[in-house]
């Protein structure tokens, strides 16, 4: 006990592969850490883990993050002196119908555009590569080279050996008992062996993490799930090079292991596991094997390795792993507690996130922002619904039946839900309303007539409510359209100094008078996109803040963080208090008018403004604004009257030809316009500059705000990428992610894609990029084409909308 430390500059909490490799990195940054194991390391679900590693994600950064794992892995046996058991045979993935086939060759487009090699085989060529496998039903497959399997818990061995090389003080059979919070500042962590003096915990416990982090109030929505794989004795052909091997539509995966193989998979109906807690001394510890509940799986995987059928099985591993209700991992700063910090819920890839997760993860902690941007993983990404046991364990089911299924263009998740519900919800469904749902709110996304069957049919080809959004989309260009856009994330700040507070916060300058609307972007210091949204100044010292419905725990947590220590600005989120009904079309004025004694002219109520007006006999904040690019309102009302609201718009718009619309019809329209979504289009990687957003920053003032710096380096030596609009032939089927090739070469990929009902054409959205530099004339210089499926075609690009009517519409 005499070297039990009792101060570290960070504290991990677990030592499977992410706490150790999390110590690994923080300890080469110099960190001074301190790593607790409850137990043993790996003794979690580390060391039950199956150890295959690939790294092609459908984000471009998740799969630079899975590739970071390999490069770390190939080097870690060598530095450490300790065995990995890493070795990289490649991996193959096999299509058996043509939907599937479409898919891998958009996957291996995907591979294309993010720098990757990927080859598209024939089943005879793939069946060369895997001589154990029958190919009669095979329509294709892909190999990747550079995936390949380690042993876990050698690899986390080997982390944790870097990590003490390094300096990290590494302790087992210790647990934390409590983490010390005072008045909302993280203190220390008390254990069975003594306190420890801390400013920083990271809780990389795996499974038990949600347990651990609630004791702080910190949520972390994973769910611990029975998941089963067989080895096998030594099979007569299964060399040590034999590549890793998943069969999505057999539901399976396979890899060599000691002359025999691993072959386990991902079932539809999974067994969720410590619904009461997990058992006190769980560790080391394999769950029952249940060998009626592995037999589907078992019987798919006869048709494809007929040698199963004869082969020895060794053991039948049950080990219960966390999943999440997107399929995620869960990294970052927890919103809810300063410093307390998540590396969990890695749906049973953690081995080969693993090596990449915890590099960001220690990046996070110590230099404020991860590497590059992981929103896809960033624990804001989750809200209200999450907090719910029931809700995350009936989300996560489906979530895990669907690991090896279709991931279709579009596709809707169907379990927990409805959850969060609009006060239209219900007149809206009788209308023919189609719903998504995104942070548990159920939104409209298209809206079959009489006839029409109100359900996606999902395919990769030409979708079933394709006509019913191009009705829309011509609605909102000639008539008027109504979109429920209650789910918006609505924040009041206020405060005697609230506008200083947001002008350091926002790009774009918020110092107009009241009834002023600005769109702004907010920056990091690398002039990075973190948030995207419209900010109206509705009193002295108040502003209304909405932005998107997924961005609700981000956007709240990244303005609350930055306003400047001291001044007096309060942030409150207010989403529930309103609903929203956006008006948009060349018609919206005179349906509005007909509704309000205000004045909705033009002079009146010019764009990027915002007043209060009254409807119906409902106080209603009309923001005339517009993401659709047509002349409109959002009308933000009280929940309460929204029904109300709702039933004088569709009376007063049925002689203009307003009807419903939804959220597909948006993404058409905007794509027309070339308005940018954050997320895929714009985020912490790109700079307003670089997206062509330019125009919404101060630099033109002399006011300081953050990222201000790194906006005017670019101002003056220019920039490496620019976002562009692409488009193809209406037949050509875009949904993202497709190579853009720059006369021949590779520069980039689309950032969102969908087709334009008004220029009939197929549209794109990417940047073209230039490590050199690249100027709007190089852009438009350029010849172009974009891969799609494994082919390309010819594209044209432009920098500016490729709808604009020169009127009054959007224009004051």
Not at 26 to 32: F, I, R, S, T, V
Not at 146 to 172: C, H, V, Y
Not at 793 to 806: I, N
Request: hydrophobic content about 40%; glycine content about 10%; aromatic content about 10%.
């Amino acid at each position: 006990m005499s070297d039990f430390p009792n101060q570290a500059r960070a504290v991990i909490v677990g030592g499977g592969i992410v706490g150790c490799s999390t110590a690994y990195h923080l300890a080469d940054l110099g960190w001074d850490v301190v790593l607790l194991e409850r137990k043993k390391l790996t003794s979690g679900t580390t060391f039950h883990a199956a150890g295959l590693v690939g790294q092609l994600r459908s984000n471009a950064n998740i799969t630079q993050l899975l590739g970071y794992s390999v490069d770390l892995y190939k080097r870690l046996e060598a530095e450490t002196g300790q065995a990995t058991g890493w070795k990289m045979n490649g991996g193959l993935r096999l299509a058996c119908n043509a939907e599937r086939w479409t898919e891998v060759k958009r996957q291996a487009t995907t591979a294309h555009s993010f720098g990757l090699e990927m080859e598209l085989l024939t089943p005879s060529e793939a069946q060369e590569l895997w001589p154990l496998m029958q190919v009669d039903d095979v329509v294709g497959a892909a190999f990747m080279p550079t995936d390949g399997q380690a042993n876990p818990s050698d690899i986390t061995l080997s982390l944790a050996k870097g990590a003490r090389q390094k300096g990290t003080r590494i302790f087992e059979d210790t647990k934390v008992t409590e983490v010390i919070v005072e008045n909302g500042i993280i203190k220390g962590v008390e254990t069975e062996k003594g306190r420890i003096d801390t400013p920083i915990v990271i809780a990389c416990c795996g499974q038990w993490t949600r347990q651990f982090a609630k004791q702080v109030g910190v949520n972390v929505p994973l769910v611990p799930i029975e998941h089963q794989y067989m080895v096998t004795d030594q099979i007569d052909g299964v060399t040590p090079d034999l590549p890793t091997l998943r069969d999505p539509d057999r539901l399976t995966y396979y890899k060599e292991e000691v002359g025999g193989l691993v072959m386990g998979g991902y079932e539809a109906n999974p067994i969720l596991w410590a619904k009461n807690g997990i058992p006190k001394d769980f560790h080391y510890t394999l769950l029952d094997s249940n060998f009626d509940h592995f037999e589907q799986l078992m019987e798919l995987s006869l048709g494809r390795v007929p040698a199963l059928e004869t082969a020895g099985i060794k053991t039948l591993t049950n080990g219960p792993e966390s999943f999440t209700p997107d399929g995620n991992f869960i990294l970052g700063e927890a919103p809810e507690l300063r410093n307390f910090f998540v590396g969990a819920g890695f749906n049973a890839y953690g081995i080969a996130a693993g090596g990449g997760a915890g590099m960001a993860l220690a990046e996070w902690v110590a230099k404020g922002a991860p590497p590059y941007d992981l929103w896809a993983v960033d624990i804001r990404r989750f809200g209200r619904p999450h907090f719910d046991d029931d809700w995350i364990r009936a989300r996560t089911y489906e979530a895990y039946g669907k690991h090896y299924t279709m991931a279709w263009p579009h596709e809707e998740h169907s379990s927990a839900r409805p959850c969060r519900k609009s006060p239209l919800y219900d007149a809206l469904k009788t209308q023919g309303a189609v719903f998504g749902e995104k942070l548990g709110w159920e939104r409209p996304n298209w809206f079959a007539e009489p006839g029409e069957e109100a359900r996606d049919i999902y395919t990769y080809q030409t979708p079933n409510w394709h006509d019913a959004v191009a009705r829309e989309h011509k609605a909102a260009r000639e008539a008027a359209v109504l979109f429920d856009q209650t789910s918006f994330a609505k924040f009041v700040l206020k405060g005697p100094e609230a506008e200083a507070a947001l002008g350091w916060i926002a790009a774009n300058d918020v110092r107009g008078p009241v009834g002023t609307l600005t769109y702004t972007q907010m920056l990091n210091d690398h002039g990075g996109i973190e948030c995207d949204l419209t900010c109206a100044r509705t009193a002295p010292d108040e502003f209304y803040i909405v932005t998107g419905t997924g961005y609700a725990t981000h956007d709240f947590d990244h303005i609350a963080r930055n306003i400047p220590q001291g001044m007096d600005a309060q942030l409150v989120d207010v989403t529930s208090a309103y609903a929203v009904l956006s008006i948009m079309g060349p018609r919206a004025r005179d349906i509005v008018q007909a509704l309000t004694h205000a004045d909705m002219g033009n002079d009146a109520f010019p764009f990027g403004t915002c007043q209060m007006i009254a409807i119906a006999g409902a106080p209603v904040r009309a923001l005339r604004v517009t993401y659709v690019g047509e002349l409109g309102w959002e009308l933000h009302v009280p929940t309460e009257y929204a029904t109300a609201v709702h039933g004088a718009l569709m009376q007063a718009g049925e002689p203009h030809g307003l009807c419903n619309a939804g959220y597909r019809a948006i993404e058409t329209l905007r794509l027309e316009k070339g308005y940018r979504a954050w997320a895929s289009d714009i985020g912490p990687d790109h700079t307003p500059l670089e997206a062509g957003l330019g125009w919404a920053v101060k630099l033109k003032t002399n006011i300081d705000f953050r990222g201000r710096s790194a906006c005017a380096a670019q101002t003056e030596n220019g920039v490496k990428k620019i976002m562009a609009t692409f488009t193809t032939a209406p037949g050509v089927i875009l949904s993202g992610r497709e190579t853009i090739y720059r006369d021949g070469a590779r520069c980039g990929w689309l950032s969102s894609a969908g087709f334009g009902h008004t220029v009939q054409k197929s549209i794109g959205m990417g940047y073209v990029r230039d490590a050199s530099g690249i100027t709007r004339a190089d852009v438009l210089n350029g010849q172009y084409e974009l891969e799609v499926a494994g082919e390309r075609v010819p594209a044209e690009a432009c920098l500016s909308a490729l709808y604009d009517p020169k009127i009054e519409k959007v224009k004051a």
